[in-house]
């Protein structure tokens, strides 16, 4: 075996497991800019985890536990430098909006059924990455995940209320729900708790805004932890976190059942998909500032196996952060030795450090949950999307609106339903044209957008931009045949193919029943600039070669209306333009 060999064949391996790509090439100088960066997101990741596990209904060690082996493992696996993994608020919303209905209020099966969710969403990206499915996640247009994850974050913040006032409420999932629910226990609230929030909530906004390069959350942990312990806030109705186990759990699979594992399939596949979409858009934006190349598909196989290890150790779904992924980059992080280094400083926490946790009141975790989640409210996303166009606008509402009210699987599904709808009724009705040519020129433009084209009517030049399948074949044949029957003096009507990016049967079908319907009216129709996909499906229909045989089919405009003998148009004919450009400036 040659060394040629050898070193294609590490590439490959190295495709598979990237770890072994950037590690050949690792020094004493990436190692210190990743060791900041470590270090920095790591004082950053354990109160937030903690925090996140709070949210998803867990016990609060568990964020730790969420927060050391799937950060190796995708370091193992994973391409970007930068992306940094671990609990997450919106995937926490949706593990506890998953789990709460089949818990039964046991905090046993609570936990085991978060340990097959985590199982279950990395089995469905693994799977995603190795089939190369990636692509799936396109569904979920911006809009639907904008509106999404503004409804979940009002919904996560509403939620901490509770915790924020010390309120003796039961839990609630969706954003009426925890209104009535704060609502009939108000009278519970705890002034020492409210305190301890607003003290906290405030010094959580100046540290960030005054001194965003401080660990503000870590900060304020340590020193309301401290302030606790000392006036022993505990005793005095304050919810405080008492024993926080110790150690790291050894690996175990859950012991569920398979109606558990169909129960929670839908909720893993949404999960599944958000928190890969979450991920793959912070990693490729990280990375084209520091120009890295991320493998989407290997980013859903490194997460997926983060996840199936997060399962094994008894903790929740994760997945690739905004927040942290971008501390990680700007302290400085070059590989993903950054987030072994990350790992390193959680195991130590969760091995050393959990007793020190004993005195710090649920109502910190709680403000860090509501501060870090008020930023996710997309409201300049809400305005371009509905001054952009209004069916975006009206996707973003809906989901918005579905989620807020009735919870985070039905609004990612109703979001997702009705894009597909909008994206169905627009293709459904392609955009068409007439054209004219631009005097002295053979470039044609839209009549309807430029004055002093030059037409005739004889001839009706046509585009079609989009492709030609059995949803809209029918409507372009009937607008055809209107503008027959409708325009005298027509004679021949082209039909400019260049934007028709694909056609199916219904498509051949139509276009040559158009053909001759229109020779029934004594009339032509000449096809122009057909693509050559298109014209490969024409053949295999069997319409091309009459088209051809005919003469009917040509290269561009100019030349169909040569076949046709307009050879004299008529004077520039004044459209009825919407635009009114000085020159033919391009306007689409």
């Excluded at 932890?225 to 976190?241: P, Y």
């Excluded at 039909?495 to 040559?512: E, F, M, R, V």
């Amino acid at each position: 075996m040659n060394d040629t060999y050898i070193q294609q064949d590490r590439s490959g391996v190295a495709r598979v497991v990237p770890l072994l790509g950037w590690l050949r090439r690792y020094n004493r100088v990436t190692l210190r800019h990743d060791l900041i960066a470590g270090l920095t997101v790591a004082v950053m990741l354990v109160p937030q985890s903690m925090a996140y596990a709070a949210l998803a209904g867990m016990p609060p060690v568990t964020g730790l536990y969420a927060s050391i082996v799937p950060l190796l493992v995708y370091a193992l696996l994973g391409t970007s430098g930068s992306l940094a993994v671990g609990p997450v608020a919106i995937t926490a919303l949706m593990t506890s909006a998953a789990l709460a209905p089949l818990a039964d209020g046991d905090p046993a099966r609570y936990a085991a059924l978060a340990g097959l969710l985590a199982l279950l969403v990395g089995v469905i990206q693994t799977l995603m990455g190795v089939l190369r499915l990636g692509v799936l996640v396109n569904f979920m247009s911006h809009s639907v995940l904008s509106g999404f994850t503004s409804a979940a974050a009002i919904v996560i913040a509403a939620s901490q209320v509770k915790d924020l006032i010390g309120l003796k409420a039961g839990r609630a999932e969706t954003f009426p729900e925890v209104v009535a629910s704060v609502w009939h226990s108000a009278t519970t609230a705890h002034g020492l708790t409210i305190v301890v929030s607003l003290a906290s909530v405030a010094a959580l906004v100046l540290l960030r805004r005054y001194l965003p390069k401080l660990p503000g959350a870590l900060l304020v942990v340590a020193g309301v932890t401290a302030v606790s312990a000392a006036l022993s806030f505990g005793d005095r109705g304050v919810r405080i976190l008492t024993g926080v186990p110790g150690g790291i759990p050894a690996p175990a699979l859950p012991t569920l059942s398979g109606q558990d594992i169909q129960a929670l399939l839908p909720a893993a596949v949404a999960i599944a998909l958000v928190a890969y979409m979450e991920g793959i858009a912070v990693a490729k934006a990280l990375a084209a500032k520091s120009r890295q190349h991320v493998s989407p598909n290997q980013e859903l196989v490194a997460v997926g196996a983060a996840n199936v290890s997060a399962g094994l150790f008894q903790a929740f779904p994760v997945a690739g952060g905004f927040s942290r992924s971008a501390v990680n980059f700007s302290a400085g992080a070059r590989t993903p030795m950054a987030t072994v280094l990350t790992a390193a400083m959680v195991a130590v926490t969760a091995l050393v450090l959990t007793p020190a946790f004993y005195h710090l009141p649920k109502a910190v975790l709680a403000a860090i949950v509501v501060v870090a989640v008020l930023g996710l409210v997309d409201r300049k996303g809400a305005v371009t999307a509905w001054r952009v166009r209004r069916s975006d606008g009206l996707t973003l509402a809906l989901t918005f609106l579905v989620t807020l009210m009735f919870g985070v699987e039905p609004g990612l599904a109703a979001g997702v339903v009705f894009s597909l709808a909008v994206f169905l009724w627009r293709s459904a009705r392609p955009h068409t044209a007439e054209l004219g040519r631009v005097s002295g020129t053979d470039t044609y433009r839209n009549v309807d957008r430029y004055r002093g084209l030059i037409t005739d009517p004889r001839v009706a030049i046509i585009r079609v931009d989009g492709p030609l399948y059995f949803a809209n074949a029918q409507l372009l044949e009937d607008r055809l045949l209107t503008l027959s029957e409708q325009r005298e003096g027509l004679a021949a009507i082209v039909l400019d193919a260049s934007a028709i990016s694909d056609i199916d049967a219904d498509g051949t079908h139509a276009l040559t029943e158009l053909r001759e319907r229109i020779a029934a009216r004594g009339m032509v129709l000449q096809l122009a600039t057909v693509r050559g996909p298109v014209r490969d499906l024409l053949d295999r229909a069997g319409a091309w070669q009459p088209l051809r045989e005919a003469g009917h089919v040509h290269p561009d405009i100019s030349a169909a209306l040569a076949a046709i003998g307009n050879q004299e148009p008529s004077p520039p004919r004044p459209a009825a333009s919407r635009l009114d450009p000085p020159a033919f400036q391009e306007v689409w």
